[in-house]
């Protein structure tokens, strides 16, 4: 690959919206990185990759480790001298149900990983994409007071707050912050939250990821 290419990170990009953006922008000629827990479904992701002709590095690591992701900033860094874009798709949903009842271990992993851990990737990519003058994309879920939402929809929440802060300050200077809200897509996280519903009413993630992609690109 020449130092021009286009670099993407893809941080949940082992399924859903995360795999079909990484396969979209691979498609459009991008080298992407692409970043999940998941080992086997990354390496679905990167065989669907290559036989349609793109190219993508896999990172096995998890978001919310720090120095995982300290390791990989100095890995991007090192190889490409920063990032065109980064696309935030790691997510952490927990169970739904009523806010007495939230159990205390996953409401700490919502926090963690929603919110503790995107404040740290901010800190980190930022300057990857201010030396490539690149853009981060974030993805909005409304959920903030719906019953039985109180664990993601908070967490959520302050996942977005945090990226629209950042997002007006740099207006100016860089990098750049968009915050997309997809459309209903037939994802594992929407199954969880929607048992029995008729899944061929929703959005493919491929038409979606192509359809944010179109109005970002």
Known sequence: MSEHDKIAL??????????????SLAGRGWHVLAVARTTGALEELDDR????GGAATLAPMD?????????????????WGG?????????????????????????????????????G???LFEPLLRARKGGALF???PRAGQKFFGSYGATKAAQIALAKSWQAENESIGPRVAIAEPAPMP??????FFPGEDRARLTPCKAEAERIL????
Request: positive net charge.
């Open 10 to 23: 893809v941080t949940g990009a082992s399924r859903g919206l995360g795999a079909a953006l990484a396969e």
């Open 49 to 52: 990759i290559r036989k349609a």
């Open 63 to 79: 978001v919310g480790q720090p120095q995982a992701m300290v390791q990989l900033a100095q890995a991007v860094l090192g190889r």
């Open 83 to 119: 990032l065109d874009l980064w696309a935030h798709c790691a997510i952490h949903a927990a169970p739904l149900s009523p806010a007495g009842h939230i159990d205390a271990k996953d409401f700490q992993k919502s926090v963690d990983l929603n919110v503790v851990a995107t404040r």
């Open 121 to 123: 990737l901010i800190q």
């Open 139 to 141: 993805f909005d879920d």
């Open 187 to 192: 994802t594992a996280l929407r199954a969880r």
């Open 214 to 217: 179109a109005a970002l690109l």
